[in-house]
């Protein structure tokens, strides 16, 4: 990001040299909070595009803008505006697996004078099924008791500044909830203790399950969460930090809450191996807005392997840090024997995926797919019209 729009660069042989830099978006004036991300679904009609998203608060005290490439990011279109009125605020940006296009948001009602009023109000949300060119017009979709009480540091979290931005996933895998989308978010609960929250929908955005709590119940504060789907399996993690030690003010631990059942059920697992307290960064050149403790956490995982990461003070000084972790994925096997298939089948693997005396039966289809090796022994017929789709690395 600079001060007039964003900046990119690409690579086309697995990061070893990148491009020049690339002027994506320029005059954008009060640039803040850019997203992007790019279709990687091989049989999407828009694969490779890239998409990216962020608010312009020069225009609009807020717009909610977008712009994409569909040459691998060497040139970008003009960009458009998603949302002109009230405010929004840290956009996230995602795809689906047939080339939908999903931007949310924080949304932010205005005071009497049309400037942003926190906390946020709900989660604003549009959608495209043509690559980009347009959206679904703004809307709340859901309502939600956010987290930023001011824009300045809040005593509740030891003197930092707070927000109360969502984070978007799509499963894309194989899944039996192929193509539905996640929004985790902050919300203050009734006596003003911040909670992670889930949603979900099935039908690209247009209604939402009720919210499902995903944090730990002990945590006196839970914040700054980010959530991903395990593309192999559909499993779901959430990535968030937590005041878990009530005796100790302000004591920090980052957790993954983690789902392989669509988001029904949840199990937590703390995953910094040492707590530190959270506080506001400092140093001698004042370069930081007073309270900030940075807006961010992350998490990427796939075949059962997640890795979050996260920034501590440990130390004394802020510094990343990456655990990664382990997990059962819902219904994953490693031999697949003795079986005729009927109907269309998807078999995943935990690591590697051994299949053998296996029939597949006329005009059905069987897709074999692991996060290591799927090697066929023994056996295997596939009948007339019938299909096999392997998918490994």
């Given at each position: 990001?600079?001060?007039?729009?964003?900046?990119?660069?690409?690579?086309?042989?697995?990061?070893?040299?990148?491009?020049a830099?690339?002027?994506?978006?320029v005059n954008v004036?009060?640039?803040?909070?850019?997203?992007?991300t790019?279709?990687?679904?091989?049989?999407?009609?828009?694969?490779?595009?890239?998409?990216?998203?962020?608010?312009?608060?020069?225009?609009?005290?807020?717009?909610?803008?977008?712009?994409?490439?569909?040459d691998n990011?060497?040139?970008?279109?003009?960009?458009?505006?998603?949302?002109s009125?009230?405010?929004?605020?840290?956009?996230n940006?995602q795809?689906?697996?047939?080339?939908?296009?999903?931007?949310?948001?924080?949304d932010?009602?205005?005071?009497?004078?049309g400037?942003?009023s926190?906390?946020?109000a709900?989660?604003?949300?549009?959608?495209?099924v043509?690559?980009?060119?347009?959206?679904?017009?703004?809307?709340r979709v859901?309502?939600?008791?956010g987290?930023r009480?001011?824009?300045?540091?809040?005593?509740?979290?030891?003197?930092?500044?707070?927000?109360?931005?969502?984070?978007?996933a799509?499963d894309?895998?194989?899944?039996?909830?192929?193509g539905?989308?996640?929004?985790?978010?902050?919300?203050?609960?009734a006596?003003q203790?911040s909670?992670?929250?889930?949603?979900?929908?099935?039908?690209?955005?247009v209604?939402?399950t009720n919210?499902?709590?995903?944090?730990?119940?002990?945590?006196?504060?839970?914040f700054?969460?980010?959530?991903?789907?395990?593309?192999?399996a559909?499993d779901?993690?959430?990535?968030y930090?937590?005041?878990?030690?009530p005796?100790?003010?302000?004591?920090?631990?980052?957790?993954v809450?983690?789902s392989?059942?669509g988001g029904?059920?949840w199990?937590?697992?703390?995953?910094?191996?040492?707590?530190?307290?959270?506080a506001q960064?400092?140093?001698?050149?004042?370069?930081?807005?007073?309270?900030?403790?940075g807006d961010?956490?992350?998490i990427?995982a796939?075949g059962?392997r997640?890795?979050?990461?996260?920034?501590d003070?440990?130390?004394?000084?802020?510094?990343?840090?990456?655990?990664?972790i382990?997990?059962?994925t819902?219904?994953?096997?490693?031999?697949y024997?003795n079986q005729?298939?009927?109907?269309?089948?998807?078999?995943?693997?935990?690591?590697?995926?051994?299949?053998?005396?296996?029939?597949?039966a006329?005009?059905?289809k069987?897709?074999?797919?692991?996060?290591g090796?799927?090697?066929i022994?023994?056996?295997f017929e596939i009948?007339l019209?019938s299909?096999?789709?392997?998918?490994s690395?």
């Open positions: 990001m600079f001060g007039g729009g964003y900046l990119i660069q690409n690579s086309a042989n697995n990061g070893t040299n990148f491009s830099l690339v002027a994506s978006a004036t009060g640039f803040d909070k850019e997203m992007i790019a279709d990687d679904q091989p049989n999407s009609p828009y694969v490779n595009n890239v998409y990216c998203a962020w608010t312009n608060f020069g225009a609009g005290n807020g717009n909610i803008e977008f712009n994409r490439s569909v990011g060497s040139t970008f279109s003009t960009p458009i505006t998603l949302k009125t009230a405010t929004g605020q840290g956009t940006v795809t689906g697996p047939n080339g939908e296009v999903y931007v949310c948001w924080a932010y009602n205005v005071d009497a004078k400037n942003q926190v906390p946020a709900g989660l604003g949300f549009v959608s495209s043509n690559g980009g060119v347009s959206f679904t017009a703004a809307q859901f309502t939600y008791n987290t009480t001011s824009f300045n540091a809040m005593s509740i979290f030891g003197n930092i500044g707070m927000n109360d931005y969502p984070s978007m799509v894309k895998s194989n899944s039996t909830v192929r539905r989308i996640y929004v985790c978010y902050p919300e203050f609960d006596n203790r909670i992670i929250r889930v949603r979900s929908s099935d039908n690209r955005g209604t939402w919210p499902v709590t995903v944090s730990i119940a002990n945590a006196t504060q839970s700054f969460p980010w959530i991903t789907v395990d593309q192999f559909g779901i993690l959430v990535a930090y937590a005041f878990d030690d005796g100790v003010n302000f004591s920090t631990n980052t957790y809450a983690h392989s059942d029904i059920t199990e937590n697992m703390k995953i910094s191996d040492v707590a530190h307290i959270t960064i400092t140093n001698n050149t004042n370069i930081y807005n007073p309270g900030y403790s961010y956490i992350g990427a796939f059962g997640a890795f979050p990461a996260w920034m003070n440990r130390n004394g000084i802020w510094q990343i840090y990456v655990s990664p382990s997990y059962t819902a219904g994953c096997v490693n031999d024997t005729t298939i009927a109907a269309n089948t998807t078999v995943n693997g935990c690591t590697n995926l051994n299949v053998q005396n296996v029939t597949v006329n005009n059905a069987l897709t074999l797919s692991a996060p090796e799927v090697t022994n023994g056996s009948q019209g299909q096999l789709d392997v998918k690395p």
